[in-house]
T-cell receptor
Framework: KQEVTQIPAALSVPEGENLVLNCSFT??????LQWFRQDPGKGLTSLLL?????REQTSGRLNASLDKSSGRSTLYIAASQPGDSATYLC?????????????FGKGTKLSVIP | NAGVTQTPKFRILKIGQSMTLQCTQD?????MYWYRQDPGMGLKLIYY???????DKGEVPNGYNVSRSTTEDFPLRLELAAPSQTSVYFC?????????????FGDGTRLSIL
């Protein structure tokens, strides 16, 4: 059974700092890895998706990497802004019959201080 | 483009009551999912569907039922509400089972059972 862990649970940084959010997973037979942003009282917004054959994906100030051999993914945010404050969730997509399902971590709550 | 729409946004139920959470998507996606999110926890999959007329259980299906009579709609039914079902419920959709396609989420239904 896939298990996804995100450490730390909360992170506070000053505006302008570059930061890395960590995600680890137990089953290396991962189908894909998806990063989401969740604002308070809102649903999830997909940020980046990395397929199992890929090593990284980039969108604007965001860069996500995937290392299946070590069971790790990172989300790098450059030049953080107060508007980046949110909870960031990573989720692993299963392979085979489980490819329909995502297994979520508990999230990292990010606060960017002006 | 509305995306994934969930109704109602908030609801309070008494123990033993029943209700249906509505979910509809206008993106002609084949795959649809129901998740629940408890405070400080990741999302857990309740049920999913890979197309009209096809549904299957996820990780936490007990106490819930679903149906998928059309591509657009995927309602979630609670028959005998219990306090343990107090949670935020999210519906999501995805075009196909391909690993390069993200899941799109609604804004959630916040349900309290008292």
């Amino acid at each position: 059974k896939q298990e996804v862990t995100q450490i730390p649970a909360a992170l506070s940084v000053p505006e302008g700092e570059n930061l890395v959010l960590n995600c680890s997973f137990t089953d290396s037979a991962i189908y894909n890895l998806q990063w989401f942003r969740q604002d308070p009282g809102k649903g999830l917004t997909s940020l980046l998706l990395i397929q199992s054959s890929q090593r990284e994906q980039t969108s604007g100030r965001l860069n996500a990497s995937l290392d299946k051999s070590s069971g790790r993914s990172t989300l790098y945010i450059a030049a953080s802004q107060p508007g980046d404050s949110a909870t960031y969730l990573c989720a692993g997509g299963g392979s085979g019959a489980g490819s329909y399902q995502l297994t979520f971590g508990k999230g990292t709550k990010l606060s960017v201080i002006p | 483009n509305a995306g994934v729409t969930q109704t109602p946004k908030f609801r309070i139920l008494k123990i033993g009551q029943s209700m249906t959470l509505q979910c509809t998507q206008d993106m002609n996606h084949n795959y649809m999912y129901w998740y629940r999110q408890d405070p400080g926890m990741g999302l857990k999959l309740i049920y999913y569907s890979v197309g009209a007329g096809i549904t299957d259980k996820g990780e936490v299906p007990n106490g819930y039922n679903v149906s998928r009579s059309t591509t657009e709609d995927f309602p979630l039914r609670l028959e005998l509400a219990a306090p343990s079902q107090t949670s935020v419920y999210f519906c999501a959709s995805k075009q196909t089972g391909s690993g390069n396609q993200p899941q799109h989420f609604g804004d959630g239904t916040r349900l309290s059972i008292l």
